[in-house]
Nanobody, 120 residues
Framework: QAQLVESGGGLVQPGGSLRLSCAAS????????MGWYRQAPGKQRELVADITDGGITNYADSVKGRFTISADNAENTVYLQMNNLKPEDTAVYFCHVRAFEGDYIPYDYWGQGTQVTVSS
């Protein structure tokens, strides 16, 4: 059974840092993309950053220059280093994995979410 286990959320002051981790297990198809989304109260879930199995990264404009995504493909683990955090980064952060059966059939997997709160 596929499972994404997230860790690393918490409470941090503005300007501080946090590192999120997400370990995927039980996924039998080829993982193509790993990434992070977030959802703040009253807002839609949005992409924060993702990384392909080839190492190509993509970031939301709001986090460029502050967040860094990386992955250990051998361990099916993705990380999000978040620096210079701002109150507007406060949200539940969800790990996301897209895998493909063959070339065309995608499967999406989600973690349970981890709370990040930026407040003084």
């Amino acid at each position: 059974q596929a499972q994404l286990v997230e860790s690393g959320g918490g409470l941090v002051q503005p300007g501080g840092s946090l590192r999120l981790s997400c370990a995927a297990s039980g996924i039998i198809f080829n993982i193509n993309i790993m990434g992070w989304y977030r959802q703040a109260p009253g807002k839609q879930r949005e992409l924060v950053a993702d990384i392909t199995d080839g190492g190509i990264t993509n970031y939301a404009d709001s986090v460029k220059g502050r967040f860094t995504i990386s992955a250990d493909n051998a361990e099916n683990t993705v990380y999000l280093q978040m620096n210079n955090l701002k109150p507007e980064d406060t949200a539940v952060y969800f790990c996301h994995v897209r895998a493909f059966e063959g070339d065309y059939i995608p499967y999406d997997y989600w973690g349970q979410g981890t709370q990040v709160t930026v407040s003084s």
